[in-house]
Protein backbone atom coordinates (compact mmCIF):
# COMPACT_ATOMS: atom_id res chain seq x y z
CA UNK A 1 0.00 0.00 0.00
CA UNK A 2 2.48 2.72 0.78
CA UNK A 3 4.57 1.29 -2.35
CA UNK A 4 1.58 1.96 -4.40
CA UNK A 5 1.27 5.48 -2.40
CA UNK A 6 4.71 6.78 -3.25
CA UNK A 7 4.68 5.57 -6.88
CA UNK A 8 1.30 7.49 -7.08
CA UNK A 9 2.27 10.28 -5.35
CA UNK A 10 5.38 11.04 -7.78
CA UNK A 11 4.16 11.71 -11.04
CA UNK A 12 1.40 14.13 -9.07
CA UNK A 13 4.44 16.16 -7.43
CA UNK A 14 6.15 16.32 -10.97
CA UNK A 15 3.01 16.99 -12.88
CA UNK A 16 2.56 20.13 -10.57
CA UNK A 17 6.07 21.34 -10.73
CA UNK A 18 6.17 21.18 -14.53
CA UNK A 19 3.19 23.44 -14.27
CA UNK A 20 4.40 25.38 -11.69
CA UNK A 21 7.43 25.83 -14.85
CA UNK A 22 4.90 26.19 -17.62
CA UNK A 23 3.18 29.04 -15.72
CA UNK A 24 6.35 30.82 -15.12
CA UNK A 25 7.44 30.57 -18.75
CA UNK A 26 4.41 31.41 -19.61
CA UNK A 27 4.06 34.96 -17.60
CA UNK A 28 7.85 35.40 -18.43
CA UNK A 29 7.11 35.47 -22.17
CA UNK A 30 4.05 37.72 -21.94
CA UNK A 31 5.53 40.53 -20.12
CA UNK A 32 7.27 42.41 -22.90
CA UNK A 33 3.54 41.84 -24.47
CA UNK A 34 1.85 43.62 -21.66
CA UNK A 35 4.63 46.44 -21.50
CA UNK A 36 4.14 46.71 -25.22
CA UNK A 37 0.03 47.20 -24.57
CA UNK A 38 -1.07 50.75 -24.97
CA UNK A 39 -2.65 52.47 -21.97
CA UNK A 40 -6.17 52.11 -21.44
CA UNK A 41 -8.50 54.44 -22.25
CA UNK A 42 -10.05 56.63 -20.11
CA UNK A 43 -12.38 58.71 -22.41
CA UNK A 44 -15.24 57.58 -20.23
CA UNK A 45 -14.30 59.88 -17.66
CA UNK A 46 -14.10 63.09 -19.81
CA UNK A 47 -18.06 63.21 -19.53
CA UNK A 48 -17.27 64.12 -15.68
CA UNK A 49 -15.78 67.77 -17.67
CA UNK A 50 -19.11 68.41 -19.73
CA UNK A 51 -21.32 67.30 -17.08
CA UNK A 52 -19.61 69.66 -14.16
CA UNK A 53 -19.97 72.98 -17.01
CA UNK A 54 -23.23 71.92 -17.98
CA UNK A 55 -24.72 71.34 -14.46
CA UNK A 56 -23.05 75.29 -13.54
CA UNK A 57 -24.18 76.72 -17.13
CA UNK A 58 -27.73 75.40 -16.72
CA UNK A 59 -28.52 77.56 -13.32
CA UNK A 60 -28.53 80.72 -16.40
CA UNK A 61 -30.99 79.09 -18.13
CA UNK A 62 -33.71 82.07 -19.78
CA UNK A 63 -31.60 84.58 -17.09
CA UNK A 64 -30.45 86.73 -20.00
CA UNK A 65 -27.10 86.63 -19.23
CA UNK A 66 -24.62 85.02 -21.75
CA UNK A 67 -21.13 86.19 -20.58
CA UNK A 68 -22.21 84.57 -16.84
CA UNK A 69 -23.49 81.74 -17.89
CA UNK A 70 -19.98 80.87 -20.44
CA UNK A 71 -17.69 82.24 -17.51
CA UNK A 72 -19.09 80.08 -14.51
CA UNK A 73 -19.78 77.33 -16.99
CA UNK A 74 -15.69 77.83 -17.61
CA UNK A 75 -14.80 77.78 -14.13
CA UNK A 76 -16.19 74.89 -13.56
CA UNK A 77 -14.81 72.67 -16.50
CA UNK A 78 -11.56 74.01 -15.22
CA UNK A 79 -12.48 73.16 -11.65
CA UNK A 80 -12.51 69.44 -12.91
CA UNK A 81 -9.82 69.38 -15.56
CA UNK A 82 -7.13 70.68 -12.92
CA UNK A 83 -7.80 67.18 -11.03
CA UNK A 84 -7.52 65.41 -14.22
CA UNK A 85 -5.28 62.57 -14.91
CA UNK A 86 -3.89 63.94 -17.79
CA UNK A 87 -0.88 66.37 -19.07
CA UNK A 88 -3.41 69.03 -21.42
CA UNK A 89 -2.28 71.60 -23.91
CA UNK A 90 -5.84 73.59 -24.39
CA UNK A 91 -5.20 74.43 -28.23
CA UNK A 92 -8.85 75.76 -29.08
CA UNK A 93 -10.95 77.68 -26.08
CA UNK A 94 -13.57 80.32 -25.68
CA UNK A 95 -12.88 83.53 -27.47
CA UNK A 96 -12.49 85.68 -24.22
CA UNK A 97 -8.71 85.95 -23.07
CA UNK A 98 -9.86 86.64 -19.74
CA UNK A 99 -11.13 82.48 -19.72
CA UNK A 100 -9.68 80.22 -17.43
CA UNK A 101 -10.11 78.12 -20.31
CA UNK A 102 -7.92 80.00 -22.92
CA UNK A 103 -5.84 78.48 -25.86
CA UNK A 104 -2.12 77.83 -24.29
CA UNK A 105 -3.09 77.11 -21.31
CA UNK A 106 -1.96 73.94 -19.52
CA UNK A 107 -4.87 71.37 -17.77
CA UNK A 108 -4.58 68.63 -15.26
CA UNK A 109 -3.20 66.99 -12.44
CA UNK A 110 -0.13 65.03 -14.43
CA UNK A 111 -0.72 61.31 -16.50
CA UNK A 112 -1.40 61.38 -20.59
CA UNK A 113 -0.11 64.29 -22.75
CA UNK A 114 -3.62 65.78 -24.56
CA UNK A 115 -4.40 68.24 -26.56
CA UNK A 116 -8.20 69.51 -25.70
CA UNK A 117 -10.49 71.63 -27.83
CA UNK A 118 -12.78 72.96 -25.44
CA UNK A 119 -16.59 74.59 -25.52
CA UNK A 120 -18.00 75.15 -21.97
CA UNK A 121 -21.02 76.57 -23.53
CA UNK A 122 -22.22 75.82 -26.89
CA UNK A 123 -24.72 78.01 -27.66
CA UNK A 124 -24.65 80.61 -24.99
CA UNK A 125 -26.94 83.00 -26.20
CA UNK A 126 -29.60 79.84 -26.47
CA UNK A 127 -28.78 79.51 -22.78
CA UNK A 128 -29.35 83.56 -22.30
CA UNK A 129 -32.60 83.18 -24.58
CA UNK A 130 -34.02 79.90 -22.61
CA UNK A 131 -34.08 78.19 -25.81
CA UNK A 132 -33.03 74.47 -26.54
CA UNK A 133 -29.82 73.11 -28.17
CA UNK A 134 -27.07 73.89 -25.34
CA UNK A 135 -24.86 71.85 -24.53
CA UNK A 136 -20.96 71.10 -22.96
CA UNK A 137 -18.50 70.13 -24.79
CA UNK A 138 -14.36 68.89 -25.30
CA UNK A 139 -12.54 67.37 -28.24
CA UNK A 140 -9.55 65.55 -26.95
CA UNK A 141 -6.76 64.67 -29.54
CA UNK A 142 -2.70 63.31 -29.43
CA UNK A 143 -0.40 66.18 -28.94
CA UNK A 144 -0.06 67.97 -32.10
CA UNK A 145 -2.92 66.56 -33.48
CA UNK A 146 -6.02 69.33 -33.87
CA UNK A 147 -5.76 71.55 -36.03
CA UNK A 148 -4.63 75.31 -35.33
CA UNK A 149 -6.62 77.76 -37.60
CA UNK A 150 -6.66 81.51 -37.06
CA UNK A 151 -9.56 82.83 -35.57
CA UNK A 152 -11.99 83.91 -38.28
CA UNK A 153 -15.21 82.91 -40.53
CA UNK A 154 -14.79 79.41 -42.44
CA UNK A 155 -17.37 77.88 -44.97
CA UNK A 156 -18.72 74.55 -43.53
CA UNK A 157 -20.62 71.64 -44.77
CA UNK A 158 -21.18 68.23 -42.53
CA UNK A 159 -23.19 65.33 -43.51
CA UNK A 160 -23.04 61.79 -41.18
CA UNK A 161 -22.11 58.15 -42.74
CA UNK A 162 -24.90 57.54 -45.07
CA UNK A 163 -24.01 60.76 -47.24
CA UNK A 164 -20.03 60.50 -46.59
CA UNK A 165 -18.56 61.35 -50.18
CA UNK A 166 -21.50 62.65 -51.74
CA UNK A 167 -21.01 66.26 -51.06
CA UNK A 168 -18.11 68.67 -52.40
CA UNK A 169 -17.75 72.28 -50.90
CA UNK A 170 -16.91 74.24 -53.76
CA UNK A 171 -20.17 72.77 -55.54
CA UNK A 172 -23.82 74.48 -55.57
CA UNK A 173 -25.76 73.90 -52.37
CA UNK A 174 -28.02 72.93 -54.56
CA UNK A 175 -25.94 70.15 -55.91
CA UNK A 176 -25.58 68.82 -52.89
CA UNK A 177 -28.50 68.86 -51.64
CA UNK A 178 -29.20 66.12 -54.41
CA UNK A 179 -26.42 64.29 -53.43
CA UNK A 180 -27.12 63.57 -50.10
CA UNK A 181 -31.22 62.79 -51.67
CA UNK A 182 -29.44 59.89 -53.82
CA UNK A 183 -27.36 58.58 -50.93
CA UNK A 184 -30.23 58.29 -48.48
CA UNK A 185 -32.47 56.81 -51.69
CA UNK A 186 -35.15 59.90 -51.17
CA UNK A 187 -35.95 62.54 -52.77
CA UNK A 188 -34.59 66.48 -52.17
CA UNK A 189 -37.94 67.93 -50.47
CA UNK A 190 -37.36 64.74 -47.94
CA UNK A 191 -33.94 66.42 -46.86
CA UNK A 192 -33.76 68.54 -43.82
CA UNK A 193 -30.68 70.96 -43.29
CA UNK A 194 -29.56 72.83 -40.67
CA UNK A 195 -28.70 76.35 -40.89
CA UNK A 196 -27.33 79.32 -38.75
CA UNK A 197 -30.12 82.10 -38.70
CA UNK A 198 -27.75 84.78 -39.44
CA UNK A 199 -28.03 87.86 -42.56
CA UNK A 200 -24.78 86.76 -44.28
CA UNK A 201 -27.41 83.24 -44.84
CA UNK A 202 -29.39 84.87 -46.76
CA UNK A 203 -28.10 83.58 -50.13
CA UNK A 204 -27.88 80.31 -48.49
CA UNK A 205 -31.11 79.60 -47.69
CA UNK A 206 -32.68 81.03 -50.98
CA UNK A 207 -30.38 78.51 -52.93
CA UNK A 208 -31.96 75.82 -50.40
CA UNK A 209 -35.01 76.57 -50.38
CA UNK A 210 -35.11 76.52 -54.60
CA UNK A 211 -33.44 72.82 -54.36
CA UNK A 212 -36.89 71.70 -52.31
CA UNK A 213 -35.02 70.39 -49.64
CA UNK A 214 -36.18 71.74 -45.69
CA UNK A 215 -35.10 74.38 -43.95
CA UNK A 216 -34.20 74.20 -40.40
CA UNK A 217 -33.42 77.68 -38.94
CA UNK A 218 -31.05 77.78 -35.46
CA UNK A 219 -29.87 80.63 -33.30
CA UNK A 220 -26.68 79.21 -31.95
CA UNK A 221 -25.22 75.90 -31.61
CA UNK A 222 -23.30 74.77 -35.26
CA UNK A 223 -21.59 71.97 -33.62
CA UNK A 224 -24.94 70.47 -32.29
CA UNK A 225 -25.87 71.10 -35.76
CA UNK A 226 -23.17 69.08 -37.18
CA UNK A 227 -23.68 66.19 -34.76
CA UNK A 228 -27.44 66.00 -35.26
CA UNK A 229 -26.85 65.96 -39.01
CA UNK A 230 -24.82 62.32 -38.60
CA UNK A 231 -27.24 60.66 -35.92
CA UNK A 232 -30.32 58.86 -37.40
CA UNK A 233 -33.64 59.53 -35.69
CA UNK A 234 -32.96 63.63 -35.72
CA UNK A 235 -34.42 63.63 -39.04
CA UNK A 236 -31.21 66.07 -40.01
CA UNK A 237 -29.03 65.16 -42.90
CA UNK A 238 -27.21 68.31 -43.85
CA UNK A 239 -25.56 71.27 -41.56
CA UNK A 240 -24.43 73.69 -43.53
CA UNK A 241 -23.21 77.33 -43.39
CA UNK A 242 -20.53 80.09 -42.04
CA UNK A 243 -19.03 79.27 -38.83
CA UNK A 244 -16.33 79.79 -36.53
CA UNK A 245 -13.09 77.92 -37.17
CA UNK A 246 -13.25 76.30 -33.38
CA UNK A 247 -16.23 75.24 -33.89
CA UNK A 248 -14.95 73.43 -37.30
CA UNK A 249 -12.14 71.51 -35.57
CA UNK A 250 -14.69 70.08 -33.02
CA UNK A 251 -17.30 69.37 -35.40
CA UNK A 252 -14.91 67.75 -37.18
CA UNK A 253 -13.29 65.66 -34.22
CA UNK A 254 -17.06 64.45 -33.59
CA UNK A 255 -17.78 63.46 -37.14
CA UNK A 256 -14.72 61.75 -36.64
CA UNK A 257 -16.38 59.47 -33.87
CA UNK A 258 -19.22 58.93 -36.04
CA UNK A 259 -17.88 57.89 -39.22
CA UNK A 260 -19.32 61.21 -41.16
CA UNK A 261 -17.67 63.72 -43.40
CA UNK A 262 -16.85 67.63 -42.80
CA UNK A 263 -15.65 69.85 -45.09
CA UNK A 264 -14.60 73.52 -44.41
CA UNK A 265 -12.84 76.63 -46.11
CA UNK A 266 -11.42 79.59 -44.44
CA UNK A 267 -14.16 82.63 -45.23
CA UNK A 268 -11.88 85.19 -44.53
CA UNK A 269 -13.79 88.75 -44.35
CA UNK A 270 -10.17 91.25 -44.73
CA UNK A 271 -6.56 91.37 -46.10
CA UNK A 272 -5.80 91.18 -42.18
CA UNK A 273 -7.40 87.73 -41.95
CA UNK A 274 -5.81 86.38 -45.23
CA UNK A 275 -2.15 87.58 -43.85
CA UNK A 276 -3.51 85.67 -40.76
CA UNK A 277 -3.66 82.54 -42.31
CA UNK A 278 -0.64 82.93 -44.41
CA UNK A 279 0.89 83.64 -40.79
CA UNK A 280 -0.53 80.49 -39.86
CA UNK A 281 0.87 78.69 -42.98
CA UNK A 282 -1.92 78.38 -44.95
CA UNK A 283 -0.72 79.60 -48.51
CA UNK A 284 -4.01 79.25 -50.27
CA UNK A 285 -7.04 80.65 -48.31
CA UNK A 286 -9.14 79.16 -50.65
CA UNK A 287 -7.96 75.05 -49.69
CA UNK A 288 -10.96 72.60 -48.30
CA UNK A 289 -10.22 70.96 -45.31
CA UNK A 290 -10.73 67.36 -45.04
CA UNK A 291 -12.58 66.09 -41.72
CA UNK A 292 -9.26 63.61 -41.58
CA UNK A 293 -6.86 67.17 -41.42
CA UNK A 294 -8.95 69.10 -39.59
CA UNK A 295 -8.95 66.29 -36.70
CA UNK A 296 -6.68 63.51 -37.07
CA UNK A 297 -5.22 60.51 -34.81
CA UNK A 298 -7.54 59.28 -32.04
CA UNK A 299 -9.90 61.40 -30.82
CA UNK A 300 -12.51 61.56 -28.22
CA UNK A 301 -15.67 63.67 -27.55
CA UNK A 302 -17.79 64.27 -24.78
CA UNK A 303 -20.72 66.49 -24.75
CA UNK A 304 -23.84 67.17 -21.80
CA UNK A 305 -26.88 68.85 -22.76
CA UNK A 306 -27.60 72.15 -20.84
CA UNK A 307 -31.11 72.68 -22.40
CA UNK A 308 -33.22 70.85 -24.29
CA UNK A 309 -32.61 69.47 -27.80
CA UNK A 310 -32.89 66.89 -30.70
CA UNK A 311 -29.95 65.53 -29.62
CA UNK A 312 -29.32 65.45 -25.86
CA UNK A 313 -31.80 66.36 -22.85
CA UNK A 314 -31.00 69.21 -20.78
CA UNK A 315 -29.91 69.17 -17.21
CA UNK A 316 -33.15 68.84 -14.80
CA UNK A 317 -32.92 69.60 -11.08
CA UNK A 318 -35.16 67.76 -8.69
CA UNK A 319 -35.22 68.61 -4.67
CA UNK A 320 -31.69 67.50 -3.68
CA UNK A 321 -30.26 66.34 -7.17
CA UNK A 322 -29.79 66.63 -10.83
CA UNK A 323 -30.00 64.75 -14.15
CA UNK A 324 -27.66 64.78 -16.87
CA UNK A 325 -27.69 63.39 -20.31
CA UNK A 326 -24.08 63.26 -22.12
CA UNK A 327 -22.74 61.34 -25.77
CA UNK A 328 -19.17 60.11 -25.24
CA UNK A 329 -17.37 59.20 -28.76
CA UNK A 330 -14.15 57.71 -29.10
CA UNK A 331 -12.54 56.30 -32.23
CA UNK A 332 -9.65 54.33 -29.98
CA UNK A 333 -12.35 52.11 -28.03
CA UNK A 334 -14.45 52.21 -31.41
CA UNK A 335 -17.91 53.64 -29.62
CA UNK A 336 -20.57 56.35 -29.36
CA UNK A 337 -22.19 55.88 -25.57
CA UNK A 338 -25.19 57.83 -24.04
CA UNK A 339 -25.23 58.36 -20.60
CA UNK A 340 -27.66 59.12 -18.48
CA UNK A 341 -26.54 61.16 -14.93
CA UNK A 342 -28.20 61.46 -11.80
CA UNK A 343 -25.87 63.72 -8.94
CA UNK A 344 -27.14 64.38 -5.96
CA UNK A 345 -25.83 67.72 -3.47
CA UNK A 346 -26.03 65.72 -0.03
CA UNK A 347 -25.56 62.55 1.11
CA UNK A 348 -28.52 62.71 3.19
CA UNK A 349 -31.38 61.75 0.33
CA UNK A 350 -34.32 62.79 0.38
CA UNK A 351 -35.03 60.98 -3.10
CA UNK A 352 -35.07 57.55 -4.70
CA UNK A 353 -33.31 57.45 -7.86
CA UNK A 354 -35.87 57.61 -10.77
CA UNK A 355 -35.86 55.26 -13.48
CA UNK A 356 -35.57 57.29 -17.03
CA UNK A 357 -39.11 58.78 -18.25
CA UNK A 358 -40.17 58.92 -14.51
Known amino acids: MRSSSSSSQAPSRYNRFSGLVAETIEETASAPERAS ?3 PCFCEQYVRVTEGAALTA ?10 AAERDAAEAMRAVLDDFPIRGRIVIGPADEDSPLRAGEDV ?8 LALDPLEGRGVVAR ?16 LLKLPDMYVRKMAVGPRARGSIDLLKPVGDNVHAIAEAFGRRPNDITTIVL ?3 RHHDLIEEIRASGARIKLIQDGTVTASISAAIRGTNDHLAVGIGGTRQAVMSAAALRCLGGEVQAQLWPTSRQEIEQAREAGIEDET ?12 VIVAATGVSNGDLLRGVRFLADSARTHSLVMCTRCNWVRFIDGIHFFARD ?3 EVRLLGY
Open 108 to 115: GAGGEAVD
Open 349 to 351: RRE
Open 58 to 67: ARWLGRADQE
Open 37 to 39: RPA
Open 287 to 298: RVFTTEELAPGE
Open 130 to 145: GGNGAMAMVAVGEPGS
Open 197 to 199: DRP
